[in-house]
């Protein structure tokens, strides 16, 4: 359920219609529901309440600094994957003890900052970065919190893209060699042994394979402990996939039951990732159609949106649903949907049945929060879109457009060229 709702024809995201603001802040522009980010977010850590958890948001979905406040208000922790996550979130005033740092290539600098800020834990996934990491700690005289990044071998049936737990993966640390990993971490002298890591891929939309990867996980722990370490927590990654246009997944509740299930009983904290439940749907993007063109064989959408606002289609072949926001016209028509970026991949919908709609028209593409701005770039020299927080009746621009100017901020010209 989200808070993208019609009122007498007209959509409205919670108490704002989205024509307001689209007359007053422009297009494109991404418009997030602060209700819905809440409600999903309480949705994911309700449904871990039966025992001790931590829900470590996945910073790279959406990363505005407001959603960051928002969520840590609710208590949420961080899964960052980049000193400048890391940064982010300490400037949203995030607890560095609620925060994870994963990711395949942390340098040292990196290393180096999150043992300063004192985060919670790093999920390591190579022999060669433990011994970096341990080679920092001692330096700065800590003892850096670790879980290894355990790729447990399971077929997450997502986009091979997501997926980050198949043989060939460059994630994590294969599961056979783990043992012996953590017998060699255990005895670096700037490692302390946290919990245990995996993160098997995005958009997951059957329990099957979280609960398989839980269960080989289950199966490592025990040994483990036999081996002498003493873990704190079981970190099971994010992944939970949400109803874009045709997918049905499971929900956060049964998501986590079947985590728990898996696990079988155990004192230890549970730690998630979630990025994409959270965000997704709190967000949309919302674009005016410049043109619409006859080609030889298809009609166009000219749309002021394109692939470096919104990369999902051109990158997956991503489906995001698309809706006029004003009132929906009773004809409808086939048209491909596409930007203004020179390239044959920007396109945000091909072949899609749409309500007719005219140059001028405002149209709105859901389920865009995660992935949707955390991934714009500037080609073609296009600024990029402003970012909106809806709270009730009011919103607020969190992120203002950019301007040219901000775009050749830090280029210079040499002497000779002036
Ligand atoms: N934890 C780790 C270590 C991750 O790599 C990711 C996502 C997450 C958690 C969060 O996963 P989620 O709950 O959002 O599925 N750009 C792609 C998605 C890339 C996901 C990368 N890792 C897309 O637009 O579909």
């Not at 505005?64 to 949203?92: I, K, M, P, T």
């Not at 997502?158 to 043989?167: E, F, I, S």
């Not at 030889?296 to 809706?323: K, Q």
Request: glycine share 10%.
């Amino acid at each position: 359920m989200d808070h993208f709702q019609r009122r007498r024809g007209e959509l409205f995201c919670e108490g704002v219609p989205l024509r307001r603001i689209a007359d007053e802040v422009g297009t494109p522009a991404y418009v997030y529901s602060r209700a819905t980010l809440t409600r999903h977010f309480e949705l994911v850590d309700r449904a871990l309440g039966g025992g001790p958890h931590l829900v470590c948001y996945s910073v790279k979905a959406l990363s505005n600094l407001a959603v960051l406040a928002l969520l840590r208000s609710l208590g949420s922790g961080f899964d960052v994957v980049s000193g400048g996550e890391l940064a982010r979130v300490l400037r949203a005033g995030g607890d560095p003890r609620k925060v994870v740092f994963s990711g395949v290539g942390k340098t040292e600098l990196e290393l180096e900052a999150a043992l300063r800020a004192g985060i919670r834990c790093f999920n390591a996934e190579s022999e060669e970065e433990l011994s970096a990491l341990s080679r920092v700690a001692t330096r700065l005289r800590r003892k850096a919190p670790v879980a290894l990044r355990v790729n447990p071998n399971v077929d997450a049936k997502t986009h091979p893209y997501v997926a980050t737990a198949l043989r060939e993966s460059k994630f994590g640390v294969p599961i056979g060699r783990a043992r012996r990993l953590y017998r060699e971490a255990a005895a670096l002298p700037g490692i302390a042994i946290e919990g245990i890591d995996c993160h098997i891929g995005s958009q997951l939309t059957s329990l099957g394979p979280f609960e398989e990867a839980a269960r080989r996980l289950r199966g490592l722990l025990a040994e483990l402990e036999r081996d002498g370490h003493r873990l704190r927590h079981v970190d099971l990654g994010g992944g939970l996939g949400v109803p874009y246009v045709r997918e049905r997944p499971p929900t956060p509740a049964r998501w986590a039951a079947a985590l728990r299930r898996a696990l079988g009983p155990s004192p230890l904290e549970l730690l998630v990732e979630p990025g994409r439940v959270v965000a997704a749907n709190a967000g949309l993007l919302l674009t005016r159609i410049l043109y619409r063109k006859r080609g030889a064989t298809r009609d166009f959408a000219v749309v002021d949106a394109g692939m470096n606002d919104l990369l999902r289609p051109a990158l997956y072949g991503a489906e995001h649903e698309i809706v006029p926001v004003g009132r929906p016209a009773r004809r409808l028509t086939t048209l491909d949907v596409v930007g203004p970026v020179c390239e044959s991949g920007d396109f945000l919908a091909k072949r899609r049945r749409l309500p007719d709609a005219a140059a001028g028209e405002l149209l709105a593409l859901r389920g865009a929060g995660a992935y949707g701005f955390s991934m714009a770039s500037n080609y073609n020299s296009r600024p990029r879109p402003p970012e909106l927080l809806v709270s009730g009746d009011r919103y607020d621009v969190v992120r203002r457009r950019e301007t040219s100017a901000e775009l050749w901020r830090g280029e210079t010209i040499p002497e000779d060229l002036r």
